[in-house]
């Protein structure tokens, strides 16, 4: 496979399940992100890792944590998670956190996984 | 801190014909990027044009370009000859200098093309 793989596409869940979202690079990116796009607002940036360190939280919740056990794995757990949090969860990565955006160093997006919390 | 704005929810176009998509944004930074990225039902963001704030020269990419208007902050996106395959939500971006890759996004524009 080639690009960021995201799994699953589709996920429901009550508020007192445990799951988790996967995503997985192929292109030897150094960095990774995840994003939250709910209908009608702006991506929402959640975590940014650069070589498996946590540099970014944008002042997430909790209940949605992180995990990135090396350069080309990504995770998101999640535990007793509100109606709220139905959107659709994009990871992404990108060669360099820090460098400009400049050659090919741009994000580069999975399918997303589309997340149901009833 | 950055923001952009895209004011058109949803707009549609004739197969073949041209149409513009707008972009604002605000930022402090004198270095930035902007970006337009497209969004099929697929759901894979895919990154269609970027452009580099120090730049005058507008940026293309074979049917799409851009009209960037640095002094209004202006970011629009023209896309011509429009296909089927256009059909999108369509997000402009902007990057600012200074800390690790937060790429700010607008809301989108979901574009219809009419056969």
């Known amino acids: 496979e080639t690009g960021v793989t995201q799994t699953p596409r589709h996920l429901v869940m009550g508020m007192t399940n445990k799951k988790s979202l996967k995503c997985e690079q192929h292109l030897g990116h150094n960095a990774m992100y995840w994003y939250k796009q709910s209908a009608k607002k702006p991506l929402e940036l959640m975590f940014v890792?650069?070589?498996?360190?946590?540099?970014e939280n944008n002042s997430v919740p909790s209940r949605f944590s992180p995990e990135c056990p090396n350069s080309s794995h990504l995770f998101l757990h999640l535990h007793t998670l509100q109606p709220e949090d139905s959107a659709l969860y994009l990871c992404?990565?990108?060669?360099?956190?820090?460098?400009?955006?400049?050659?090919?160093?741009?994000?580069?997006f999975g399918a997303g996984s589309r997340l149901t919390v009833l | 801190a950055q923001t952009v704005t895209q004011s058109q929810p949803e707009m549609s176009v004739q197969e073949a014909e041209t149409v513009t998509l707008s972009c604002t944004y605000d930022t402090s930074e004198s270095d930035y990027y902007l970006f337009w990225y497209k969004q099929p039902p697929s759901r894979q963001m895919i990154l269609v044009i970027r452009?580099?704030?120090?730049?005058?020269q507008n940026a293309t990419e074979n049917r799409f370009s851009v009209n960037f208007q640095k002094a209004a902050k202006s970011f629009s996106l023209k896309i011509s000859d429009s296909q089927l395959g256009d059909a999108a939500m369509y997000f402009c971006?902007?990057?600012?200098?200074?800390?690790?890759?937060?790429?700010?996004f607008g809301t989108g524009t979901k574009l219809q093309v009419i056969p």
């Open positions: 890792y650069s070589l498996e360190e946590r540099v």
């Open positions: 452009q580099e704030a120090y730049k005058q």
């Open positions: 971006a902007s990057w600012g200098s200074g800390g690790y890759q937060k790429v700010t």
């Open positions: 992404a990565s990108s060669q360099d956190p820090i460098a400009i955006p400049d050659g090919a160093n741009v994000l580069t």
